[in-house]
């Protein structure tokens, strides 16, 4: 079976409880990187996101549905809303980075 010296089981009835120990300096700081890169993916996918729309928005324009100033105010609504959540990404993983590395 699986046997690992860190990890003792004790069993409580019905369930088991096992007691793990802190992750090491190694460790914490692979998960930090793992943090990072989630970070990284999670804003490529918010600009993919803005790309989408404002091609949506040109879309309307050659469509003749919506003017310039339309487009203009929308591309601008994009970039706001784009800018908020790379920022809320970026706190999120700072956030977590700082728990992570103190000790």
Do not use: C, H, W
């Amino acid at each position: 079976g699986l046997y690992n010296a860190e990890f003792t089981p004790n069993t409580l009835g019905t369930a088991i409880r096992i007691n793990m120990p802190p992750p090491t300096e190694e460790r914490r700081k692979e998960l930090a990187k793992q943090v990072q890169k989630e970070g990284e993916g999670a804003k490529i996918a918010i600009r993919n996101i803005r790309q989408d729309a404002n091609k949506e928005i040109a879309k309307l324009v050659k469509d003749k549905a919506i003017s310039e100033d339309e487009k203009k105010r929308g591309e601008d609504d994009i970039q706001k809303l784009t800018d908020a959540n790379i920022k809320d990404v970026d706190k999120v993983v700072a956030d977590k980075e700082k728990e992570l590395l103190s000790v």
